[in-house]
């Protein structure tokens, strides 16, 4: 829920510290806007001399004025039926219709023709000197991080700035902790103490930080951690028209637990035959289907998978993939990243699948791109992850995984998709593919089955679930996936709603 997010705290933290007192009604749309409108929204009344009880009228009449610039992010209520997609109290977006607007689809990064490695130990050496550099690079663009010094250069008492990536993290009871932080040059013992907690508990091994402190000869006592992260002013990049994608993924064709019914019905509302009349007219605008990996169940994957199966060949189950996929309208193009479950290398960055076994999915037009990809629809710019390497953050960071945005809201602040080394598969690449270099409009990932969405700094974060019932290993873990319930965004003003298939 909106409400109960860090982005709905800081609201309601800007409105006391700006004096304001809202109406409860006035309080619910301003808690479901787009964060920086929400600010700029405050910050307009408090420029207003004698506003003290902000009502709803009011806030939409600064909206209006102020919709144009800003993007409007709001979060649709859950719905049994796709009829009642559509949130109520939205006004209703200018009609458009995607048959009649041109393809703009431009690949920003894919690693399938980029990689290639011995996997030797020079290669790992390499490659994390190589994410060193980015993510410093990173820090050293920003306004804010000057006169950093070198992990050599501490050795008296003086105020240090380093950047570094963490070596190891020990924590006392006290709540300090101590971590080793490394750089090209050495290592170096940086105490946290208990007052930066709120702020340590972000911390994962590998990740690369920005210490400031004290030195007291033998180590650092830190006063500041810093994320390379998003940009405050981070503003996204906006489609000229009122555009929609639609971005789903873990589809596990293949698989006995594939929710046919569902699907169907989603491929019946896009094709313009199901829902009501908003509905079917919002179908028209889709332009986009995003599928974010996980497409088939894979052989093999886990032990006594063949029992799950309704056909044990790869090629067989890209067959039904493209059986479903070919009923999308012709007019909306269909983008596909691999997951673990797909039949191509496992080690991240994974190349596209090859047509040898997904060669129906070729056949019917779908754009097969490897993980992670970063691509551009109408200028606004996409990152598309599978996200292997959540469960890593959900574990490092005690994060629950039915909250899948919050681990990706983690990978954002440390600007990289895999910063945990050890339990995810890496590829030791000669470039770092897994840097999030440039800030995303979308950020797009599955493979935790369980639907979640926010935005973060303007940033929208999207896990789009699966269309895959229960299976029996998530039976054991306590997993309850959320399947059927995709999201659509559209890319002029980041409107975001979730649909709702599982009803009849
Ligand atoms: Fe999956």
Same mark, same amino acid.
């Given at each position: 829920?909106?409400?109960?997010?860090?982005?709905?705290?800081?609201?309601?933290?800007?409105?006391?510290?700006?004096?304001?007192?809202?109406?409860?009604?006035?309080?619910?749309?301003?808690?479901?806007?787009?964060?920086?409108?929400?600010?700029?929204?405050?910050?307009?009344?408090?420029?207003?001399?004698?506003?003290?009880?902000?009502?709803?009228?009011?806030?939409?009449?600064?909206?209006?004025?102020?919709?144009?610039?800003?993007?409007?992010?709001?979060?649709?209520?859950?719905?049994?039926?796709?009829?009642?997609?559509?949130?109520?109290?939205?006004?209703?977006?200018p009609a458009l219709t995607a048959r009649e607007v041109d393809e703009?689809?431009?690949?920003?990064?894919?690693?399938?023709?980029?990689?290639?490695?011995?996997?030797?130990?020079?290669?790992?050496?390499?490659?994390? $000197?190589?994410?060193?550099?980015? #993510?410093?690079? @990173?820090?050293? /663009? %920003? &306004? =804010?991080? +000057?006169?950093?010094?070198?992990?050599?250069?501490?050795?008296?008492?003086?105020?240090?700035?380093?950047?570094?990536?963490?070596?190891?993290?020990?924590?006392?009871?006290?709540?300090?902790?101590?971590?080793?932080?490394?750089?090209?040059?050495?290592?170096?013992?940086?105490?946290?103490?208990?007052?930066?907690?709120?702020?340590?508990?972000?911390?994962?091994?590998?990740?690369?930080?920005?210490?400031?402190?004290?030195?007291?000869?033998?180590?650092?006592?830190?006063?500041?951690?810093?994320?390379?992260?998003?940009?405050?002013?981070?503003?996204?990049?906006?489609?000229?028209?009122?555009?929609?994608?639609?971005?789903?993924?873990?589809?596990?064709?293949?698989?006995?637990?594939?929710?046919? $019914?569902?699907?169907?019905?989603? #491929?019946?509302? @896009?094709?313009? /035959? %199901? &829902? =009501?009349? +908003?509905?079917?007219?919002?179908?028209?605008?889709?332009?986009?289907?995003?599928?974010?990996?996980?497409?088939?169940?894979?052989?093999?994957?886990?032990?006594?998978?063949?029992?799950?199966?309704?056909?044990?060949?790869?090629?067989?189950?890209?067959?039904?993939?493209?059986?479903?996929?070919?009923?999308?309208?012709?007019?909306?193009?269909?983008?596909?990243?691999?997951?673990?479950?797909?039949?191509?290398?496992?080690?991240?960055?994974?190349?596209?699948?090859?047509?040898?076994?997904?060669?129906?999915?070729?056949?019917?037009?779908?754009?097969?791109?490897?993980?992670?990809?970063?691509?551009?629809?109408?200028?606004?710019?996409?990152?598309?992850?599978?996200?292997?390497?959540?469960?890593?953050?959900?574990?490092?960071?005690?994060?629950?995984?039915?909250?899948?945005?919050?681990?990706?809201?983690?990978?954002?602040?440390?600007?990289?998709?895999?910063?945990?080394?050890?339990?995810?598969?890496?590829?030791?690449?000669?470039?770092?593919?897994?840097?999030?270099?440039?800030?995303?409009?979308?950020?797009?990932?599955?493979?935790?089955?369980?639907?979640?969405?926010?935005?973060?700094?303007?940033?929208?974060?999207?896990?789009?679930?699966?269309?895959?019932?229960?299976?029996?290993?998530?039976?054991?873990?306590?997993?309850?996936?959320?399947?059927?319930?995709?999201?659509?965004?559209?890319?002029?003003?980041?409107?975001?709603?979730?649909?709702?298939?599982?009803?009849?």
């Amino acid at each position: 829920m909106i409400g109960t997010s860090q982005v709905a705290k800081r609201t309601v933290k800007e409105l006391l510290e700006a004096g304001l007192q809202v109406t409860p009604r006035a309080l619910d749309v301003i808690l479901a806007l787009e964060p920086s409108l929400a600010s700029l929204v405050i910050s307009k009344v408090k420029a207003t001399e004698g506003t003290l009880v902000l009502t709803e009228e009011d806030i939409r009449k600064l909206i209006e004025k102020e919709e144009p610039r800003e993007a409007t992010n709001v979060k649709a209520p859950k719905s049994e039926e796709a009829q009642s997609i559509i949130p109520p109290g939205l006004k209703p977006k200018p009609a458009l219709t995607a048959r009649e607007v041109d393809e703009d689809f431009e690949v920003v990064m894919d690693p399938t023709k980029m990689i290639g490695t011995s996997g030797s130990l020079d290669d790992f050496v390499n490659y994390f $000197k190589d994410r060193y550099m980015r #993510l410093s690079n @990173l820090f050293l /663009k %920003r &306004g =804010d991080i +000057k006169g950093i010094c070198r992990t050599c250069e501490v050795g008296r008492a003086e105020e240090v700035k380093l950047i570094g990536l963490v070596r190891e993290i020990s924590r006392a009871r006290s709540g300090s902790m101590v971590i080793e932080l490394e750089d090209l040059d050495g290592v170096v013992s940086v105490l946290i103490p208990s007052n930066l907690t709120d702020k340590a508990r972000h911390l994962m091994l590998d990740q690369v930080v920005c210490v400031e402190g004290r030195s007291n000869g033998a180590f650092v006592v830190a006063d500041n951690i810093i994320w390379p992260d998003i940009p405050f002013d981070h503003k996204p990049r906006r489609a000229d028209e009122p555009i929609m994608a639609v971005f789903i993924s873990d589809t596990h064709f293949g698989s006995k637990k594939f929710m046919e $019914k569902p699907f169907t019905r989603f #491929l019946e509302w @896009l094709q313009g /035959k %199901r &829902g =009501d009349e +908003k509905s079917r007219s919002l179908a028209k605008q889709v332009k986009y289907l995003v599928i974010g990996g996980d497409i088939v169940d894979g052989v093999g994957v886990y032990p006594n998978q063949e029992k799950e199966l309704v056909v044990e060949e790869l090629y067989a189950q890209y067959e039904i993939a493209a059986r479903h996929l070919e009923n999308v309208p012709d007019y909306v193009k269909t983008i596909a990243i691999p997951g673990g479950h797909d039949a191509t290398r496992q080690a991240l960055p994974q190349p596209a699948i090859p047509k040898d076994y997904s060669e129906p999915l070729y056949e019917i037009g779908v754009e097969m791109l490897g993980d992670p990809a970063y691509f551009r629809i109408h200028g606004v710019e996409v990152l598309c992850f599978h996200g292997d390497p959540l469960n890593d953050v959900m574990t490092a960071l005690s994060i629950d995984s039915h909250y899948p945005e919050k681990a990706m809201i983690e990978l954002l602040r440390g600007r990289h998709l895999a910063p945990v080394y050890g339990s995810t598969p890496l590829s030791p690449e000669p470039m770092d593919l897994l840097v999030i270099e440039k800030v995303p409009d979308i950020f797009h990932c599955g493979h935790l089955h369980v639907n979640g969405q926010e935005n973060y700094r303007g940033v929208t974060v999207i896990n789009s679930g699966t269309f895959q019932d229960q299976t029996d290993y998530q039976k054991a873990m306590g997993l309850t996936p959320t399947p059927g319930k995709p999201y659509i965004v559209n890319l002029k003003d980041f409107w975001v709603a979730q649909l709702d298939f599982t009803g009849d």
